[in-house]
C-alpha cells in the first residue's frame, strides 16, 4: 500500500472517529433531554417563574416524580410551562391539579409541586390540558415567605450558611422525641396564652401611656435626682453630727422606756387622778385670762395704795361714806365661772367675801389686825358701805 492511499486510510478513520464522538454527544443530549421518551404535553400558566425553574425540572406530586419541565415560554401577563408528564403515571393525576413553583433547598433551583385538591375530579391529566397556579391563601403566603427571603439569602453566605445548618442538623439528629415534646408543650403554652392577649396588649398599651407620662415629666425627675444629689452630699458631709445625733437620741429613747416601766402605773394613776382638777380647770377656763388682765391692771393701783416710790411706804385708805347709787343692780350670784371687771361691784351681802373685805377695810383705821375684826362688824358696817365709794391711796 502505498503512502498516499495510508494516509487517506487514516484520514477516513479520523472523520468516522469524529462522527462516532459528536454522535455520542448528539445521543448523550438526546437522551438528557429526554428525546426518546414518550412524554403527554400539559401546559401550565403562572404569573412568574423566577430565575431559578429551569428546563428539565422535576415536577412532582407529593413527592412523587411524574414528568419534567420541557420549555418555558414568557407570555403577556405571565408564562406557560410546558411540562412533559410521565404516561405510566398521568392516570394518577386528577384533571383539577394546581401547580405551585417551590425551591428544592434554600438555594437550590425551583420544581414544579402538583397539588391535588380535598377533592380530586374523576377524570385524569390529558394531553394538551392546562394548569393553572395555586392561588390560595396558603400558597400566597408560602410565595410571599420565599420572596422576602430572597434578599436575606442573597446577602449570606452560602458556605457560612451551610456550615450552620450542618452544625443543627448535626445537634438536632437523635432528638426527634424530645423536640416534638418541647414543640407540643410550647403549643400548649401559646394554647392557654391566646385568650390572655387582650388583656396584654391592655397592658402594653397602658405601659405605653405610663412610658410617656415618664418622659413628659423626665426633666422634672432629673432635676429631683440633682437636688436629691446635693442633699445627699450635704449628709455626707454631716454623719458625724448625724451619727452623734441618733447616739444621742438613741440613749434619750432607752432613758424614757426606762423611766416609763420604771412609772408606768404611777402615770396612770397620775392621769386618773388629775381627771378631776383638770376638768374643774376646764369648767373655770375662761375666768383666767379675765384673772390675768384683773391682775396687770391691779398692780399699779396697789402700788399706788401701798406707797411704792414714796417717802410714806404702807396702806393709805380714804375711807368715804357716800349715799346708796339708785337703780344699783345686786350683783350676780357666784354658781358659775364668771368675769368681773376691774371697779365692779363689792362681793354679795353677808357673805364670807363681804366680811373678809371689811375687815380688811377697818383694820387700818381701828389699828387692828383685820383677824381682830369681830364678825358682828359685818352685820353693822355692812348695810352702811354697801354702795359707797372706796379711793385707796
Not at 191 to 206: F, H, M, S
Not at 245 to 250: E, Q, R
Not at 330 to 359: K, M, V
Request: hydrophobic share 45%; charged share 20%; aromatic share 4%.
Amino acid at each position: 500500500m502505498s503512502e498516499q492511499r495510508r494516509r487517506m486510510l487514516f484520514g477516513a478513520l479520523g472523520l468516522v472517529f469524529l462522527a462516532l464522538l459528536g454522535a455520542m454527544g448528539w445521543f448523550a443530549v438526546a437522551i438528557y433531554d429526554k428525546a426518546f421518551t414518550s412524554y403527554v404535553p400539559v401546559v401550565l400558566k403562572a404569573e412568574r417563574a423566577g430565575t431559578q425553574l429551569k428546563e428539565n425540572a422535576d415536577v412532582k406530586v407529593r413527592g412523587v416524580l411524574v414528568g419534567s419541565v420541557r420549555r418555558i415560554d414568557v407570555r403577556p401577563g405571565g408564562v406557560e410551562v410546558e411540562l412533559a408528564m410521565d404516561p405510566d403515571r398521568i392516570g394518577a393525576v386528577p384533571s383539577n391539579v394546581s401547580a405551585r413553583l417551590l425551591p428544592k433547598t434554600l438555594f437550590g433551583q425551583r420544581y414544579v409541586s402538583l397539588v391535588i385538591p380535598e377533592n380530586p375530579a374523576p377524570q385524569a391529566l390529558s394531553s394538551g390540558a392546562v394548569i393553572e397556579e395555586d392561588r390560595s391563601t396558603q400558597a400566597v403566603e408560602v410565595e410571599q415567605a420565599l420572596r422576602d427571603l430572597l434578599p436575606v439569602l442573597q446577602a449570606v453566605q452560602p458556605q457560612k450558611l451551610a456550615s450552620t445548618l450542618g452544625a443543627v442538623s448535626h445537634a438536632l439528629e437523635g432528638r426527634g422525641p424530645e423536640l416534638g415534646t418541647t414543640l407540643v408543650t410550647l403549643g400548649d403554652y401559646l394554647g392557654r396564652l391566646n385568650p390572655e392577649v387582650p388583656d396584654l396588649r391592655t397592658a402594653i398599651t397602658k405601659l405605653a401611656d405610663t412610658v410617656d407620662t415618664y418622659q413628659t415629666a423626665a426633666p422634672d425627675l432629673v432635676d429631683a435626682m440633682a437636688d436629691l444629689r446635693t442633699t445627699a452630699t450635704t449628709l455626707t458631709r454631716q454623719q458625724e453630727d448625724l451619727a452623734a445625733l441618733f447616739g444621742t437620741v438613741t440613749a434619750a429613747g432607752n432613758d424614757a422606756v426606762a423611766f416609763l416601766d420604771a412609772n408606768d402605773d404611777t402615770l396612770v394613776d397620775l392621769s386618773a387622778d388629775s381627771r378631776p382638777v383638770l376638768d374643774l380647770l376646764a369648767e373655770y377656763s375662761p375666768e383666767i385670762p379675765c384673772v390675768a388682765d384683773a391682775a396687770a391692771r391691779l398692780k399699779p393701783v396697789v402700788e399706788r395704795a401701798l406707797g411704792v416710790g414714796t417717802a410714806e411706804p404702807g396702806l393709805h385708805v380714804d375711807l368715804t361714806v357716800r349715799p346708796p347709787r339708785q337703780g344699783g343692780s345686786p350683783p350676780p350670784s357666784a354658781d358659775g365661772p364668771r368675769c368681773p371687771t376691774a371697779g365692779s361691784a363689792a362681793p354679795g351681802a353677808n357673805t364670807p367675801a363681804e366680811q373678809q373685805f371689811l375687815s380688811e377695810l377697818l383694820a387700818p383705821v381701828l389699828g387692828e389686825q383685820p383677824a381682830g375684826i369681830p364678825g358682828w362688824s359685818g352685820l353693822l358696817m355692812g348695810p352702811l358701805l354697801r354702795g359707797a365709794e372706796v379711793t385707796l391711796r
